[in-house]
């Protein structure tokens, strides 16, 4: 047992009676109330629950079914919430009718660079800027980021063009620091399986935009993001981003079935990162307009005034003008399918 889904005129004393049955089991009642009922996830051990238990709860005047949801992720999937999940962020509402594109450089590298970028993805059309100040970087001797100096120049970009910021946090102990600076966490593929980290983020007010594992299944991003969602955080974006397989002439191998396949077995948002998927510049543009054909709820898409100079994903960053004409591009193709940009 599950999901309670509780009849319209439940009563607050009834829904009190379960939670108290729940409790004593050992379980937690998650109680989501929507515009037409309210239902009750029960989080933990359900098969702890005997079919007696079950019916006698099924009985309770108020409830009117009880399900059983045999996916081993339950928050996060669509037999437990049918309706999109809609992130708002400042104006934005991401896993609504808009695609949103992010963009802007991998590391921020200085103030006067990281200003210059800030305003040419604004003008271009981008509605969050995004940039790592903790950067997960391969080699402990390449570039790692500014840390709290890179934070305050994102807030400072914030300021000059209203967008608002996505980065990465590596370690539990930023996360006070960084909540001060970012309207979206961003956990990164090498993190995704930090549990830690993700109970964390699970445990604030402030969305997140989950990273596929580089070698993680569908299944295992799916069961992360359950992670943030059952600490009480609801607001989590999963993000496709390239997986390894085989194949080397592409940096990973951006799995863009995700994107519909996630759509199906979960109401979460999905957001797509062509530039860390394919690794190469020229293929950026194509593989962004692929994923919002796919379906695609955002885009993250790394920018840089001078990509030969970057510290970081140099040869994967679009230039201004490349990312302007992707960004008329994106829009002819969200309108295409039904969608805006
Ligand atoms: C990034 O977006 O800056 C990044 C490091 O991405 P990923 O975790 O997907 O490699
Ligand atoms: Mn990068």
Do not use: W
Not at 20 to 43: D, F, N, Q
Not at 130 to 143: E, L, N
Not at 204 to 216: E, I, Y
């Amino acid at each position: 047992m599950d999901i309670i889904v509780l009849r319209p005129e439940v009563s607050d004393e009834q829904i009190e009676r379960i939670v108290k049955k729940l409790e004593a089991k050992g379980l937690k009642p998650h109680i989501s109330r929507g515009a037409e009922r309210t239902i009750i996830g029960v989080i933990g051990d359900t098969s702890k629950v005997t079919e007696d238990e079950e019916n006698a709860i099924r009985a309770i005047p108020g409830v009117e079914d009880v399900v059983r949801i045999l996916k081993p992720y339950k928050l996060a999937s669509r037999d437990f919430k049918k309706t999109n999940t809609i992130i708002k962020v400042d104006g934005a509402e991401i896993g609504g009718k808009k695609v949103y594109v992010a963009a802007g450089p991998c590391a921020v590298e200085n103030r006067v660079v990281l200003l210059d970028i800030a305003e040419k993805i604004k003008t271009a059309g981008a509605s969050f800027i995004r940039g790592g100040a903790f950067k997960p970087r391969t080699s402990p001797y390449s570039f790692q980021g500014l840390g709290v100096e890179g934070l305050k120049y994102l807030k400072d970009a914030k300021e000059k063009t209203g967008l608002p910021v996505i980065s990465e946090i590596m370690d539990p102990r930023d996360l006070d620091v960084i909540l001060d600076y970012v309207d979206i966490l961003q956990i990164g593929t090498r993190n995704m399986q930090n549990f830690k980290l993700l109970m964390e983020v699970g445990s604030v007010d402030k969305p997140v935009l989950l990273k596929r594992g580089m070698s993680a299944t569908i299944k295992e991003l799916l069961m992360a993001a359950e992670y943030i969602l059952s600490r009480g955080n609801e607001k989590v974006i999963l993000c496709e981003r390239g997986i390894r397989t085989f194949e080397t002439a592409t940096r990973n191998t951006l799995d863009l079935s995700a994107v519909p396949l996630l759509k199906s077995l979960s109401h979460l948002p999905v957001a797509v990162d062509p530039s860390h998927g394919v690794g190469k510049r020229e293929l950026v543009a194509p593989m962004s307009l692929a994923a919002v054909a796919a379906g695609a709820d955002m885009l993250l898409i790394e920018v840089h005034t001078n990509p030969e100079e970057a510290l970081s994903d140099g040869e994967q960053s679009l230039t201004p003008a490349m990312f302007s004409e992707l960004m008329k591009k994106v829009s002819a193709v969200a309108k295409a399918i039904g969608r805006e940009a």
